[in-house]
T-cell receptor, first 115, second 114 residues
Framework: GAGVSQSPSNKVTEKGKDVELRCDPI?????LYWYRQSLGQGLEFLIY????????KSGLPSDRFSAERTGGSVSTLTIQRTQQEDSAVYLC?????????????FGDGTRLSIL | DQQVKQNSPSLSVQEGRISILNCDYT??????FLWYKKYPAEGPTFLIS?????DKNEDGRFTVFLNKSAKHLSLHIVPSQPGDSAVYFC?????????????FGKGTLLTVNP
């Protein structure tokens, strides 16, 4: 597709369950980013990938969060043993390369609700 | 500590008038600044950016101004149209080897009234 694609668009799950969120970046984009937006907050950086490598995981809130990217394309963000504070919109973005002067292009996000 | 601040949660303007959205930052290492527009239930859409070597960048109805000494940037929309009604996020990156990481403000809801 032309833009960044994320699935599912909405996910409701019970506390304690694991969830997996998927991101399909713009074709040809080597850099991929995950952010989240909690209610009333700005976007918060989680992790980024250059190819299949994640040089900076410092934004991941806890060890329950992990992410991987395969084939330099699709990425999955996994949250284990979900907690209510994990409820947020999780946004994925991609850019042509990792660069300070390349805009990041965002998908529409996955709205995660933990009951 | 918020490094990018958008102090106005909302702004209302009349169609055809100028909209001015403001953003302040505290990290002097930031060297690239962006504005994104966001409609409900959609992801942020890139609007316009500016590098710290410039003080102005223009694209159609949108102009971004950067005042490095004041650590302040603004987005001007002229003339404003009802379709411009959205949440606008200011973002910044740069410095310290973390030029990939965007730091966002909390956004300003712009309403353009017909």
């Amino acid at each position: 597709g032309a833009g960044v694609s994320q699935s599912p668009s909405n996910k409701v799950t019970e506390k304690g369950k694991d969830v997996e969120l998927r991101c399909d970046p713009i074709s040809g984009h080597t850099a991929l980013y995950w952010y989240r937006q909690s209610l009333g907050q700005g976007l918060e950086f989680l992790i980024y990938f250059q190819g299949n490598s994640a040089p900076d995981k410092s934004g991941l809130p806890s060890d329950r969060f992990s992410a991987e990217r395969t084939g330099g394309s699709v990425s999955t963000l996994t949250i284990q043993r979900t907690q209510q504070e994990d409820s947020a919109v999780y946004l994925c973005a991609s850019s042509l390369v990792v660069s300070g002067v390349q805009p990041q292009h965002f998908g529409d996000g996955t709205r995660l609700s933990i009951l | 500590d918020q490094q990018v601040k958008q102090n106005s949660p909302s702004l209302s303007v009349q169609e055809g008038r100028i909209s001015i959205l403001n953003c302040d930052y505290t990290n002097s290492m930031f060297d690239y600044f962006l504005w994104y527009k966001k409609y409900p239930a959609e992801g942020p859409t890139f609007l316009i950016s500016i590098s710290s070597i410039k003080d102005k960048n223009e694209d159609g109805r949108f102009t971004v101004f950067l005042n490095k000494s004041a650590k302040h940037l603004s987005l001007h929309i002229v003339p404003s149209q009802p379709g411009d009604s959205a949440v606008y996020f200011c973002a910044a990156s740069g410095g310290g080897g973390s030029n990939y990481k965007l730091t966002f403000g909390k956004g300003t809801l712009l309403t353009v009234n017909p």
